[in-house]
């Protein structure tokens, strides 16, 4: 068996068969462009080599990936992400010492030889067998650019790349097959722009625009003699050549490439030895790439856009196919995203919660009428360094889009959907119902299937205040958002309408799928939804009953090889989702919460607005969504793992007893919104007029009217007629007024979603 020298080299039967080896394939080289027809090349290792008619006739090169760039609805840079760094330019944006040295070093023969250089070869072959290994390639500056060709289309695929890569003599043939085939398409001043744009120059910088800026933060036809050999040099490798890293090899390098340039008549030898004497000079550009780059805090809505391009199929119709596309990039992306909204939801989520809380707030704000999303933020920057109060998730936004797993639960923020589809059934607006301070859940609620959903565990509701005694009207139950009432309402219509309603304005749970029907997702809002689907919905009220699904780009232009290229581009699809009678109703009924409800402390100045507040559960989730004719938004305040319960709680430096929608959600919309809007129109409501209701002094039925409302209503409760039936009439407008009082909590009893099952008869009661 051979053995190796001492000095860790060859044996002469290695060195020999070495040799041969690449004797072989010079040969190989020789036949194959002399007699390319002839068939096998006459190798012996299986597979390793394809007869020359076997390969392709035309080399594939892959578009090269590049930069996008996300602008905002201004054409103001938001950000820029690739999967490599890459700005392709013209030979005549490369400066021509860039263009020398990277020849000089690279394939100094390469304007005297064809696509292979023989004599190169045969040089190769002598210096390689002296030295006992492979001090000296043999490559054409053509094949190598055929190679990278093969690394491009590879793209991030390991496995692909290694293919691409790998020291096989097949590989090496088919190079040679292809450079000859570019040699003659192309022509040398085409294929040493390619070259030069695909290349990888270390640092994540693909292409010499892209090195210039990194390296020396200026563009490529800007690049001195030095500069031109240093990026040059580092070609050959760019992790044992870095600069950044390792100056004096770089350094090294640099001077090697300035003395070949010399060597073959680029450069006179006196401007090459002035050249060594200089400093790098490096200016280095860090990599920003990623929406984690993104400025007035729209790294969220940066990935909201980049999440929406891989799902659409208007980019794709696989999610392979936009992935490509995506990671190919040379887009130039403009969005909804209105720089002045942004700027506004940025400062009062930072002004009003910040990072280091134990809770997080998330606002949203859209276009009615266009589905335009103007801003997007959250009070937790956008990243991955948890300690750093740093999160990917976009809690604006449904899970498909990078949100949380199921949105959050938006309390009394969802009763306006019920109001709404009561209206759109004929319920008039003066609406009275008992809406005591506690009651029993409706023995039966019918649903869209035909079978009622049955109170088979006794579950039961209560206001948030004692003082909290109807009877009510719609408006004043809207105003101090009374749970019986709303919850009297819902058996009253029963929950179909309301499911008609959340369809016909996206209404979805953050997991995609559709409200459930049971009681207190209807009416109490605990299903957990999404700011942007809020936001949405609350702005086709005041598009005067017109829904129009969220959009944030509004056009696409892809650059390839040098041409510009318009994309299509998803659109807001805008359908009926209510009367207007109704839209300007429930319009009419949230102005009332911000002028003497829940939210008043929400309601703007100089502009007319609506909106209605929400507590969850325990406090664990706050809100308020209100909107103006021309702009609606979203805020949700709690905690994205529903562990924290906002009571005797500090955020953003105030302390608070309890949380409510109106005492905090509703101060970041009201800040966001008047900024967003500073400088634009005040437009107005188309209101309608809601009566009083008029007092008794006696009521109807069994009830009575002493102003107490203390009368009795009894009903079977075998169906719903029994549990409204002495609900409506009895007594007056009596007990204690109680005042503006805080938006309600409700509670969801243990196994409350497991009681849609049939159960037996009850009897429903009331007082008047």
């Known amino acids: 068996m051979p053995k190796k020298r001492s000095g860790g080299g060859l044996t002469s039967t290695q060195q020999a068969a070495k040799f041969l080896g690449v004797s072989v394939l010079a040969g190989a080289v020789m036949a194959g462009i002399a007699l390319p027809a002839a068939g096998a090349l006459g190798l012996a290792a299986k597979g390793s080599v394809e007869s020359f008619d076997e390969l392709p006739a035309t080399l594939k090169a892959p578009p090269l990936s590049q930069r996008t760039t996300i602008l905002d609805a201004n054409g103001g840079q938001i950000a820029t992400v690739y999967s490599r760094d890459r700005t392709v330019v013209g030979l005549k944006d490369v400066a021509p010492d860039m263009q020398k040295a990277i020849v000089a070093i690279e394939d100094s023969r390469f304007y005297k030889h064809g696509a292979v250089d023989l004599k190169g070869v045969l040089r190769a072959l002598n210096k390689n067998a002296q030295s006992g290994g492979v001090s000296q390639g043999a490559s054409t500056l053509t094949q190598q650019y055929v190679k990278n060709v093969f690394v491009e289309e590879a793209g991030d695929d390991p496995t692909k790349v290694a293919q691409a890569t790998q020291q096989t003599l097949g590989r090496k043939i088919k190079e040679l097959k292809y450079a000859i085939q570019v040699e003659e398409e192309l022509g040398k001043k085409k294929i040493l722009e390619n070259y030069l744009n695909i290349t990888f120059f270390g640092q994540q910088a693909y292409g010499v625009e892209a090195a210039a800026q990194r390296y020396f933060s200026k563009h490529a036809k800007d690049l001195n003699l030095q500069e031109s050999a240093l990026l040059a040099g580092i070609v050959q490798s760019p992790s044992r050549y870095d600069p950044v890293n390792d100056e004096t090899e770089a350094t090294k390098r640099r001077n090697i490439v300035l003395q070949r340039m010399a060597e073959v008549g680029d450069v006179s030898r006196a401007a090459a030895a002035e050249a060594m004497k200089q400093p790098l000079g490096l200016k280095i550009s860090r990599p920003r790439n990623g929406c984690i780059t993104a400025v007035k805090g729209a790294g969220f809505f940066c990935d909201y856009v980049r999440e929406v391009f891989l799902s659409d199929p208007v980019f794709g119709k696989t999610q392979e196919a936009r992935a490509k596309v995506w990671n190919q990039g040379g887009l130039t992306i403009r969005t909804t995203l209105a720089p002045q909204a942004q700027d506004s939801v940025q400062r009062s989520l930072k002004d009003r919660v910040y990072e280091s809380d134990k809770v997080a707030a998330a606002a949203t704000l859209v276009e009615p009428g266009t589905g335009k999303i103007v801003a997007m933020g959250q009070s937790k920057p956008y990243g991955t360094n948890v300690k750093q109060n740093q999160t990917v998730i976009n809690y604006s936004v ?371």
């Open 398 to 768: 449904d899970a498909a889009y990078g949100g949380s797993n199921y949105g959050f639960p938006t309390g009394s923020t969802f009763k306006p959907f019920l109001a709404a589809a009561a209206l759109e059934e004929g319920k008039p607006p003066t609406q009275i119902y008992p809406a005591p301070y506690q009651m029993p859940y409706p023995a039966k609620v019918q649903t869209c299937s035909g079978k009622p959903w049955v109170n088979d565990k006794d579950y039961k509701l209560e206001n948030e205040s004692k003082s909290e005694v109807g009877p009510y009207p719609l408006k004043t139950a809207m105003e101090k958002s009374v749970n019986t009432y709303f919850v009297e309402m819902l058996a009253d219509i029963g929950m179909c309408p309301v499911v008609k309603m959340t369809n016909a304005l996206g209404v979805v749970q953050g997991n995609g799928t559709k409200v459930p029907e049971v009681p207190s997702s209807m009416t109490l809002g605990s299903t957990g939804l999404s700011p942007l689907t809020m936001a949405s919905a609350y702005a086709a009220f005041a598009s005067r009953g017109m829904y129009c699904t969220p959009v944030a780009i509004e056009s696409i232009t892809r650059t390839v090889a040098g041409e510009k290229k318009s994309l299509e581009v998803p659109k807001s699809t805008c359908s009926r989702a209510m009367s207007e009678k109704t839209a300007d109703t429930i319009n009419t009924l949230l102005r009332g919460v911000v002028d003497s409800g829940t939210g008043k402390e929400a309601g703007l100045s100089g502009r007319e607005s609506a909106g209605k507040t929400g507590t969850t559960d325990k406090r664990k989730n706050a809100w308020f969504a209100g909107y103006t004719p021309n702009m609606s938004g979203a805020v949700w305040v709690g905690s994205a793992s529903q562990q924290v319960e906002m009571n005797r709680i500090t955020i953003g430096g105030v302390y608070h007893a309890q949380v409510y929608g109106g005492d905090t959600p509703g101060p970041i919309w009201r800040d966001a919104m008047s900024g967003a809007l500073e400088g634009k129109t005040a437009e107005n409501f188309n209101l309608v007029n809601i009566p009083d209701p008029k007092k008794k002094g006696d009521g109807d039925g069994n009830g009575n009217g002493n102003g107490n409302g203390n009368g009795n209503g009894n009903g079977n409760g075998d169906d719903d007629g029994g549990f409204i039936g002495g609900l409506t009439d009895g007594g007056t407008d009596g007990g204690t007024d109680g005042g503006t009082t805080p938006d309600p909590t409700f509670s969801i009893p243990e196994g409350f979603f497991q009681g849609q099952t049939n159960g037996g008869n009850g009897n429903g009661g009331g007082r008047g």
